[in-house]
């Protein structure tokens, strides 16, 4: 970057190690997509910010961020296609079912996203 500012960008290149429960030591599942469909994504609203159903690394990643910055994320997001979503689980080697699954759950938390309160 020519003005010599500096972002954060963040992407998965493991969809097996995210998709499982979430925890810090104990209790945390990795290639589990029957336990990830389980969680709750979002607790709630507090004072303005979303407060995310996370408890593992970095959870100071996910503090602070406030209703119209998740919204805005969640906007964007729903311009993905189902395919687009399906396609990414393709080619994690997971099975038709679930696929379907968490193409719908990514969907569902997208959607949490976009109809936060405020």
Same mark, same amino acid.
């Given at each position: 970057d020519t003005t010599g500012t500096k972002e954060a960008r963040y992407f998965d290149t493991d969809l097996g190690a995210s998709f499982g429960k979430e925890g810090r030591f104990i209790g945390h599942t990795r *290639? =589990?997509?029957d336990e990830f469909l389980k $969680?709750? /994504?979002i607790k709630g609203v507090d004072n303005g910010h +979303? +407060? /995310?159903n996370y408890n593992g690394k970095n959870q100071h990643l996910l503090k602070n &961020? $406030? +209703?119209a910055q998740a919204k805005w994320l969640g906007n964007i997001l #729903?311009?993905?296609s189902d395919k687009q &979503? #399906?396609?990414a689980f393709r080619a994690a080697n997971y099975s038709p079912e679930v696929i379907s699954a968490l193409t719908e759950e990514v969907k569902s =938390?997208? *959607?949490e996203l976009v109809n936060l309160p405020g």
């Open positions: *290639n =589990r997509p $969680t709750k /994504f +979303v +407060v /995310f &961020i $406030t +209703v #729903s311009q993905l &979503i #399906s396609d =938390r997208i *959607n």
